[in-house]
């Protein structure tokens, strides 16, 4: 149980620093978008895709108490944990002014 409510917390926390990390843009909509860099495919997915879950059902109990700053928090699911992976979207990232934070 003491695991389940680790891996509760790093989402939240997670979730939280990604959500206050965008742009301005992000923060006038009526939606937080937070990435969810967990591979669901491939070698890393195995491993990859209980962590998705959990982050989304965080994401779920956080929109539940009212989101962040009164705003819901909208996942949007895509790979990019391994380094290779995070090279490739680190321009996007860049070019929108966001923030990539994974956790190490």
Do not use: Q
Not at 17 to 29: E, I, K
């Amino acid at each position: 149980m003491k695991k389940r409510l680790l891996l509760k917390a790093f989402a939240l926390s997670a979730s939280v620093v990604a959500a206050l990390g965008f742009t301005w843009a992000a923060h006038a909509a009526d939606t937080i978008k937070v990435g969810m860099i967990h591979s669901l495919s491939g070698t890393m997915a195995i491993s990859e895709t209980p962590l998705k879950d959990v982050a989304l059902m965080t994401i779920d109990e956080i929109n539940a108490k009212g989101g962040v700053l009164g705003k819901k928090l909208e996942p949007v699911v895509f790979g990019c944990w391994t380094s290779v992976s995070r090279k490739s979207v680190l321009p996007v990232f860049e070019e929108l002014n966001g923030l990539l934070f994974y956790p190490v």
